[in-house]
């Protein structure tokens, strides 16, 4: 279904940073990632939300970035294209007067608890006794990166905002001190739904953004989604806006300057990051006790668990048995969930986090399984491969995620590409003692990257109601049709719909970007509702990343 035609999602500026990345063409292979809408699922994940982080543009053409609460429930959405919001800016915000006059805006929903994160651009304007947004674009994002928080409430009482055209001692000890960024850009002279700002979250070890003196700031971009709107819109237009929270008194400092893109930076001095954002400070505002919302880390839950089995499942896939270092048992999970890790890598300053899905059977709180593609320039799944063995130890906190099967026994049709598969074990494993009709269709190149093959066999000969589709793009001369896979050449989506699983199927997809934006255009083309679509992407080192679901 190559032939449905997706309009460009990225503006010039995106398209130039993706070509320098070296990453190709980003809009054939994930343009429906990208909407000019908010699935059902989004807007009921943004109407949840106590806060959102909100970019766009003063009246001097400054690039701000801020956080703006309401009371429980102040964020609605009428309809799939708007978004409204029940609260008024104060005086002293950098955007107060922007919401006011009516302005482009980029909206950065997030839950640091479950570390789950929405993004979308789009117009705002004065209405009622708040603001409208009519929305522009809007994608999910990977869950990587985020330190885990919970929120509560407390009477605001803010303090006399600061003004000044450079950062103090007190506000760049704050920034030595931070593990969270959160950063606006836009490109208001962009075509088409690509015009406007972006909201981005940025997070790393106590300290990641470095400060070159009182108007200098390094910020290290990490890999990330492939999709460079951050550094697309830097690219096109240098203007820039960062937030930093202070999570416990609810301090605000709001920083906005020019930015330029370092695409070589010092591995030495920043060994995980791809590109480095240099940023020359023009203004700095601090807000004291700016919102009423308080934050704290979550590291508490964390459990120390020990690697009891390490099992090479093909030639770039291994699994990992997790066993808890106490005598309790693990948290149960659902199906398809993903599972946050942190890892001491030797060299590395602080701990490193990743989110891998769990491949093992949900109904087992023994253990968890995690089966990790070791990418050559994956730090952590390097690591995993090569030096973690069986009796070392991570930590892990509890099971999330939101790519799940749905609760009714409709039929599923489980589709995966390489190590996409990781999820669709866990769902095969759910099922295994049910009478529901699941198939498992899955892509790899041949018998050497043919992950968990027996597993899945011993399931599906186990229950009448699962089967399985594979198919090798690349067979080897030892591969037998029909006995280690099933046809030559690539899933297509009426590949999918020829298995007959019926008007009432839910297709959950896992793959490369470019896997599942083809077939999800092709069965949404061939008249399957985007409602009983549902997919879940693999970001670098093969870890969890973008969920979407109708």
């Not at 997706?6 to 130039?16: I, K, L, M, S």
């Not at 994608?139 to 905002?161: K, L, M, W």
């Not at 550094?231 to 400092?253: C, E, K, M, Y």
């Not at 330029?260 to 601090?286: C, F």
Request: glycine letters at 10%.
């Amino acid at each position: 279904m190559n032939s449905i035609d997706v309009p460009n999602p990225f503006h010039d500026g995106e398209r130039a940073a993706q070509a320098l990345a070296g990453v190709g063409d980003m809009a054939a292979r994930v343009g429906s990632f990208i909407r000019d809408y908010l699935p059902e699922q989004h807007r009921a994940f943004h109407s949840s939300l106590p806060f959102l982080v909100v970019s766009g543009g003063d009246a001097e053409g400054r690039t701000w970035v801020t956080l703006v609460e309401g009371a429980d429930g102040f964020v609605a959405s009428p309809d799939p294209r708007r978004i409204t919001l029940d609260t008024v800016l104060a005086p002293d915000d950098p955007l107060s007067a922007t919401f006011e006059r009516g302005a482009d805006i980029g909206v950065l929903g997030i839950e640091l608890a479950t570390r789950r994160r929405n993004r979308f651009s789009g117009h705002v304007q004065p209405s009622g006794s708040g603001y409208s947004v009519d929305i522009r674009q809007t994608f999910g994002n990977c869950p990587q990166y985020i330190h885990e928080r919970a929120v509560t409430r407390v009477d605001r009482s803010p303090g006399v905002a600061k003004r000044s055209d450079s950062l103090t001692r007190d506000q760049i000890a704050r920034i030595a001190s931070a593990d969270t960024l959160f950063i606006g850009s836009g490109h208001p002279e962009a075509s088409g739904n690509a015009r406007g700002y972006d909201t981005s979250h940025r997070g790393g070890a106590p300290g990641f953004v470095r400060v070159d003196g009182p108007n200098r700031l390094l910020i290290p971009d990490y890999a990330g989604n492939n999709f460079f709107n951050t550094i697309g819109n830097l690219v096109a237009d240098p203007r820039v806006g960062l937030l930093f929270v202070d999570f416990d008194t609810g301090g605000l400092l709001h920083v906005t300057g020019r930015a330029r893109i370092d695409w070589s930076p010092d591995a030495a001095a920043e060994p995980d990051a791809r590109r480095m954002i240099e940023v020359d400070v023009e203004a700095v505002i601090e807000r004291p006790g700016a919102v009423s919302l308080r934050w704290t880390r979550m590291d508490h839950l964390s459990r120390r668990l020990r690697v009891a089995r390490k099992v090479r499942e093909s030639e770039d896939i291994t699994s990992f048995y997790l066993l808890p270092d106490d005598d309790r048992p693990l948290e149960m999970f659902k199906a398809g969930q993903h599972l946050p890790i942190e890892v001491q890598i030797p060299g590395q300053r602080g701990t490193t986090r990743r989110s891998y899905s769990l491949s093992g059977p949900p109904q087992d709180r023994r253990f968890y399984r995690i089966s990790v593609k070791r990418e050559d320039k994956g730090i952590v799944s390097r690591f995993l491969h090569d030096d973690a063995h069986e009796g070392s130890f991570l930590w892990a906190q509890a099971p999330s995620g939101d790519f799940v099967a749905p609760g009714q026994d409709c039929p599923l049709v489980l589709v995966s590409a390489g190590v996409g598969l990781t999820p669709m074990l866990s769902v095969l494993w759910e099922n295994v003692s049910r009478n529901r009709t699941v198939w498992y269709v899955h892509s790899t190149r041949n018998g050497a990257t043919h992950a968990l093959r027996d597993e899945v066999e011993r399931l599906v000969e186990a229950n009448p109601k699962l089967r399985r589709h594979v198919s090798y793009s690349q067979p080897r001369a030892t591969d037998r049709p029909g006995v280690d896979y099933d046809r030559t050449g690539r899933i297509t989506a009426p590949d999918l719909l020829a298995l007959g699983a019926g008007p009432q199927a839910h297709y959950l997809l896992c793959g490369p970007a470019t896997f599942q934006s083809s077939l999800q255009r092709g069965l949404e083309f061939l008249g399957v509702p985007e409602s009983q679509i549902h997919q879940e992407s693999f970001g670098p080192e093969g870890q969890t990343a973008t969920t979407e679901s109708g």
